[in-house]
């Protein structure tokens, strides 16, 4: 059974930067899509990043494009975000999700989430 565990949230400043991490387990999963999706409160979940492993190809929704990046582990069981510069619309529960060819709302395996709060 595939378990997704994020970590890494916190309190930071505007400003500041955080890595969340996801360590994925049950399956191989060198083929997987793995991504990143977050929640702010009365808002819907958005896509922010997603990463092939299989071809190390990469995708980021515009309003984190250059401050935020994606990366996996050797073995790619593990998804890094790295956030930088953030601010306080970055505020959320940020997900780690993964699923083999596709990542977005209808992705088949998520984890239980990570609170990210950005004071200003």
């Known amino acids: 059974q595939v378990q997704l565990v994020e970590s890494g949230g916190g309190l930071v400043q505007a400003g500041g930067s955080l890595r ?5 387990s049950g399956r191989t999963f060198s083929s997987y899509v793995m991504g990143w999706f977050r929640q702010a409160p009365g808002k819907e979940r958005e896509g922010i990043s997603c990463t092939s492993n299989s071809d190390g ?6 309003s984190v494009k250059g401050r935020f990046s994606i990366s ?3 073995a790619k069981t593990t998804v ?3 956030m930088n510069s953030l601010k ?9 999700a993964a699923d083999i060819g596709r990542c977005g709302p209808d992705t088949g395996y998520w984890g239980q ?3 990210v709060t950005v004071s200003s």
Do not use: F, I, K, R
């Open 20 to 24: 969340l991490s996801c360590a994925a």
């Open 57 to 62: 190809s990469t995708y980021y929704a515009d």
């Open 72 to 74: 996996s582990d050797n």
């Open 80 to 82: 890094y975000l790295q």
């Open 88 to 96: 306080p619309e970055d505020t959320a529960v940020y997900y780690c």
């Open 113 to 115: 989430g990570t609170q």
